[in-house]
T-cell receptor
Framework: AQKITQTQPGMFVQEKEAVTLDCTYD???????LFWYKQPSSGEMIFLIY??????QNATEGRYSLNFQKARKSANLVISASQLGDSAMYFC?????????????FGAGTRLFVKA | NAGVTQTPKFRVLKTGQSMTLLCAQD?????MYWYRQDPGMGLRLIHY???????AKGEVPDGYNVSRLKKQNFLLGLESAAPSQTSVYFC???????????FGDGTRLSIL
């Protein structure tokens, strides 16, 4: 069954340091996509980064990178040079059937606190 | 530049009442989704649609019905509201492949 696990309910990081948010997934599909979203206290969902199951290189978007380890079924988000504005909830999500756009499920989330 | 619009933004219902949440997208997306978000549980998929006239069950479909009569609209219905359905409801839409979901601003629903 399709499943996303985020084992860190909360994380603290010092401003300007890097932080890794963990995400593991379970799927029997060979074709799938992994996403990370940010949800600030205002409530909106903001897309951060995407990794396809067939992508050989780890995805990067500015200060965000995705550490994709397919054999271990993990897709950790790395935020470099943390900023106070990075304090938010972070959700990992998986879509099975990459080109079919089928159902997408989310993990429970990790709340990140950035300290000044 | 509307994107995904959810109506209403807030609603209070009494147990047993019915209501419909409306989601509209103007991006010509094929896929639309309804999620609920409860504290500590992230977003859980209620129902989704892969095209006009089609719907499918997600992780927590019980107590909800949906319809996608037009490509741009996805309706979520509660036939007989229960306090356990108190939640924040998010609608999202997306297109094929590696495109992310676009989310509405959410509907905060309280059932007394």
């Amino acid at each position: 069954a399709q499943k996303i696990t985020q084992t860190q309910p909360g994380m603290f990081v010092q401003e300007k340091e890097a932080v890794t948010l963990d995400c593991t997934y379970d799927t029997s599909d060979q074709s799938y996509g992994l996403f990370w979203y940010k949800q600030p206290s205002s409530g909106e969902m903001i897309f951060l980064i995407y990794q396809g199951s067939y992508d050989e290189q780890n995805a990067t978007e500015g200060r965000y990178s995705l550490n994709f380890q397919k054999a271990r079924k993990s897709a950790n988000l790395v935020i470099s040079a943390s900023q106070l504005g990075d304090s938010a909830m972070y959700f990992c999500a998986m879509r099975e059937g990459m080109w079919g756009g089928f159902k997408t499920i989310f993990g429970a989330g990790t709340r990140l606190f950035v300290k000044a | 530049n509307a994107g995904v619009t959810q109506t209403p933004k807030f609603r209070v219902l009494k147990t047993g009442q019915s209501m419909t949440l409306l989601c509209a997208q103007d991006m010509n997306h094929e896929y639309m989704y309804w999620y609920r978000q409860d504290p500590g549980m992230g977003l859980r998929l209620i129902h989704y649609s892969v095209g006009e006239g089609t719907t499918a069950k997600g992780e927590v479909p019980d107590g909800y019905n949906v319809s996608r009569l037009k490509k741009q609209n996805f309706l979520l219905g509660l036939e007989s509201a229960a306090p356990s359905q108190t939640s924040v409801y998010f609608c999202a839409s997306s297109n094929l492949g590696n495109q992310p979901q676009h989310f509405g601003d959410g509907t905060r629903l309280s059932i007394l």
